[in-house]
């Protein structure tokens, strides 16, 4: 059975045990840089809280700070990427799909390019 974490319209299917270390990651690193009452930190608490094997953890929120969020995702990651506790399918999934989420989550925390017109 697979989780995800989900961002809007962007989703990072992996094995429930992966996705449940990369929250349980986040939600540390979340309390320890922000503090517990901080909107990423509490979403980050929640979803770990309730989370179960085959669910699509929903990290949208509206007035979230998405920098943060992506702050926390990819500090996670390279935290998960550092240790020796994943599989090389593992660190396959760290270092592609997990990747390709934190980038996704990043492009959201900049503002559209426009083209002006010549």
Same mark, same amino acid.
């Given at each position: 059975?697979?989780?995800? =974490?989900?961002?809007? /319209? @962007? ?5 429930n045990?992966? !996705? @449940? /270390? ?10 320890? +840089?922000?503090? !517990?009452? *901080?909107?990423?930190? %509490? =979403? =980050? #608490? +929640? ?15 509206? &007035?979230?700070p998405? /920098? %943060?969020?992506?702050? !926390?995702?990819? #500090?996670? +990651?390279? %935290?998960?990427?550092?240790? *020796? ?10 270092? &592609? ?7 996704? !989550? ?13």
């Open positions: 059975m697979s989780s995800a =974490l989900a961002f809007y /319209d @962007h989703i990072c299917w992996g094995t045990a992966a !996705v @449940h /270390d990369i929250l349980g990651r986040a939600a540390s690193i979340a309390a320890e +840089r922000y503090g !517990v009452a *901080d909107p990423v930190s %509490q =979403l =980050l #608490a +929640r979803e770990l809280a309730e989370y179960w094997g085959g669910k699509v953890v929903n990290l949208s929120e509206a &007035d979230l998405v /920098d %943060q969020l992506f702050e !926390v995702l990819t #500090a996670a +990651r390279e %935290q998960a990427c550092a240790s *020796d506790e994943f599989t090389t399918m593992g660190r396959s999934w760290l270092t &592609d799909a997990m990747a390709t989420f934190c980038k996704e !989550v990043e492009t959201a925390t900049k503002p559209p390019r426009r083209t002006v017109p010549k």
